[in-house]
């Protein structure tokens, strides 16, 4: 009881400290511990690692482009770490930077009909950014008037926090996370008066893997709420669907999710994805197509996501939700996963 107490006061101590960034990328429904930390090493039987390409607006001059490296493992007792580097260009703007969390789970009850758990997470996030206005000129040639604008590369290096709780029963989880939770500290960004104020944003998620009765297949549904104190909100609605093939060693899956905003009234629908997948023993492979839904991006396009992921596991854990699998004919199919 002790111990819990001093995590939670630890948890909440961080949490009141003012925000700066919303997590990179929309990859959490891969790596779940990128949105909360708690989820660091979430199968705690399972060392897992994935890497992700994505490329945005084909044929554009300095398209988005983000790369990522991810690892998570398990460390000792109820402890495990997730890692990630990143590397995100967006025309002339870049970042790279290293993410690492800590996830702590406690044990609440074990017997015959329920497993319950209570993991609590802290991740810590170094970043380099830089600007290129070496290219920032109007029609005659000269530098564009603006009193921002010089003629070089800007650099800086920020870091930031982020926390969260995760709570597993059988299959199921709920978690809560809070990100970007110091205030601004690249001096890139505080060179200016007219740079906006950067705040926390809140993760509500809820999800689980449940098996399809009399039939080999496996659904994890996820669907998360995001807020910030600008009053700017977010729902996601994803569903991932995991079955076998003839073929004993190879097994396929797939995601669809939906995004809407709720910024004003009901709000309005912001983008939809769809993913298809390969499994071959631990070795998964995937490509997602995003088709945004606003005016913008609808007129620049879409993007598309590569995915690939290895994934190793212990027979047994007392985890509450160990690697999801599908066991058939003595072969277990390991699956892309949190």
């Not at 260009?89 to 996830?103: D, H, L, P, Y």
């Not at 040639?141 to 604008?149: F, H, R, V, Y």
């Not at 609605?237 to 190879?250: C, F, Q, S, V």
């Not at 499994?279 to 839904?293: K, M």
């Amino acid at each position: 009881m002790r111990k819990i107490i001093l995590i939670l006061g630890l948890f909440m101590a961080v949490s009141l400290v003012n925000a700066q960034k919303h997590y990179l990328t929309n990859q959490y429904v891969y790596d779940l511990y990128q949105m909360n930390p708690a989820a660091a090493a979430f199968q705690k039987n399972c060392i897992t690692a994935n890497g992700f390409y994505q490329k945005q607006w084909f044929g554009t001059d300095k398209a988005p482009t983000t790369q990522i490296l991810s690892l998570q493992l398990p460390v000792q007792g109820g402890l495990g770490s997730g890692t990630y580097i990143y590397n995100d260009r967006n025309g002339v703007i870049k970042e790279m930077g290293i993410n690492q969390a800590f996830s702590y789970e406690l044990l609440l009850q074990e017997n015959r009909r329920r497993f319950s758990t209570l993991t609590f997470g802290i991740s810590f996030l170094l970043e380099q950014s830089s600007i290129d206005q070496t290219e920032f000129h109007d029609g005659n040639g000269t530098l564009a008037d603006d009193p921002i604008i010089n003629d070089g590369v800007e650099n800086g290096i920020g870091f930031n926090a982020s926390a969260g709780l995760l709570y597993k029963i059988n299959t199921t989880h709920a978690g809560i996370s809070i990100t970007s939770l110091m205030p601004n500290n690249n001096p890139m960004y505080n060179s200016s008066s007219q740079e906006t104020e950067h705040v926390m944003d809140i993760h509500v998620h809820v999800g689980g893997s449940y098996a399809v009765p009399g039939r080999d297949v496996v659904l994890e549904p996820l669907v998360k709420y995001r807020r910030n104190i600008l009053k700017d909100s977010q729902v996601d609605l994803n569903m991932k669907l995991y079955m076998p093939t003839p073929n004993e060693d190879i097994a396929i899956w797939g995601l669809l999710a939906y995004r809407h905003t709720l910024d004003q009234g009901i709000g309005k629908s912001n983008g939809m994805a769809v993913t298809g997948g390969i499994a071959y023993g631990n070795f998964s492979f995937g490509i997602e197509y995003q088709l945004g839904l606003t005016t913008a991006q609808i007129d620049y396009g879409s993007y598309y996501q590569l995915i690939l992921s290895w994934r190793l596991c212990r027979d047994k854990s007392k985890s509450a939700l160990s690697c999801p699998k599908i066991k058939r004919r003595g072969y277990n199919f390991n699956f892309l996963g949190y």
